[in-house]
C-alpha cells in the first residue's frame, strides 16, 4: 500500500441493522432513548463472527452512534463499528462498501439471515463522490427477500410493497403508502423505506444517545483486496 493513497469517496453510508422479535413500535427522536443501553460484550460477539473480520485486534473505547461516519483516512478502512440494544443489532463496517463489483455487503447480508432467520434484517451500501452508487438488501421473516441497487437507475429485485405490508403498513397518506400505489412509478428505495423496516433504526437522531463499540480488525486477503480496490486511490 503506497503511503500516499487516500480514500477516494467523500461521503458513504455502510449498515446492517438487525431487529428481533418481539418488534418494538417505530422509534423517533424522542422514543430512541427508549431502548435498552448498550451491550457490550454482545457486540464483541458479533463483531467476531463478520464475514468481513478475520480477527479482532483492538476494542476502542466506544463513541456515540451519531458521532461515527465516513471513513476519512485509510486506518480507519478497519475500524468496525457495533450497537446492540436489546433485540436491535445495527453493524457498520466500510468492507461494505462497493461500486457494483464487490460483493461483500451481500455475503455479510446473506449470513446474517442464515444466522437470524427470525430478524427483519435490512443493509445498505450508499457511496458518493463525483457518481454516487447504492444497493439496498432486505429480509422480513416468511417474505421474498428484496434488493436494490445501482448507479442513477435503480433495478429492484422483489416486491417493495408486499415487505412493507408484511409489518404492518397499510394505505393512506402515512409513511410508506407510495410503495403500495400500484397505480404510480415506483418510488425510489433509499432511507424511509429501510426505516419502515428496521423500526425507525436505519436513521441516526441528532441528539441521541446511543452508543456503539468500536473494533480495530484485521482481514482475510480476499477482503482486503476488495476493500482497497473499492476505497484507496493515489
Request: aromatic share 8%.
Given at each position: ?32 432513548h427508549d431502548l435498552p443501553a448498550h451491550d457490550p460484550a454482545a457486540a464483541r460477539a458479533v ?45 457498520s463496517d466500510p468492507a461494505f462498501g462497493e461500486d457494483g463489483l464487490s460483493v461483500n455487503l ?111 480488525v484485521t482481514r482475510s486477503e480476499d477482503v482486503r483486496g476488495a476493500l482497497d480496490e473499492v476505497?484507496?486511490?493515489?
Amino acid at each position: 500500500m503506497s503511503p500516499n493513497q487516500q480514500v477516494a469517496w467523500r461521503q458513504s453510508t455502510l449498515r446492517i441493522t438487525r431487529v428481533h422479535p418481539p418488534y418494538p413500535a417505530r422509534y423517533d427522536q424522542h422514543t430512541v432513548h427508549d431502548l435498552p443501553a448498550h451491550d457490550p460484550a454482545a457486540a464483541r460477539a458479533v463483531v467476531a463472527a463478520l464475514s468481513t473480520v478475520a480477527a479482532v485486534a483492538e476494542e476502542l473505547p466506544p463513541v456515540l452512534r451519531r458521532h461515527t461516519g465516513h471513513p476519512r483516512h485509510v486506518d480507519e478502512l478497519d475500524h468496525v463499528t457495533v450497537g446492540c440494544w436489546g433485540g436491535v443489532v445495527q453493524i457498520s463496517d466500510p468492507a461494505f462498501g462497493e461500486d457494483g463489483l464487490s460483493v461483500n455487503l451481500d455475503a455479510a447480508f446473506e449470513a446474517q439471515v442464515e444466522a437470524h432467520p427470525e430478524a427483519r434484517i435490512t443493509a445498505v451500501c450508499e457511496m458518493y463522490s463525483a457518481a454516487t452508487y447504492g444497493k439496498y438488501l432486505a429480509h422480513v421473516p416468511g417474505q421474498p427477500r428484496l434488493s436494490a441497487d445501482g448507479w442513477e437507475e435503480q433495478f429492484v429485485t422483489g416486491d417493495p410493497g408486499r415487505l412493507l405490508r408484511a409489518v404492518g403498513v397499510g394505505p393512506g397518506s402515512g409513511p410508506g403508502a407510495e410503495w403500495l400505489d400500484a397505480g404510480q412509478d415506483a418510488p425510489f428505495l433509499g432511507v424511509e423505506f429501510l426505516d419502515l423496516l428496521a423500526c425507525g433504526l436505519h436513521s441516526t437522531w441528532a441528539k441521541e444517545s446511543l452508543l456503539v463499540s468500536v473494533f480495530k480488525v484485521t482481514r482475510s486477503e480476499d477482503v482486503r483486496g476488495a476493500l482497497d480496490e473499492v476505497w484507496l486511490q493515489g
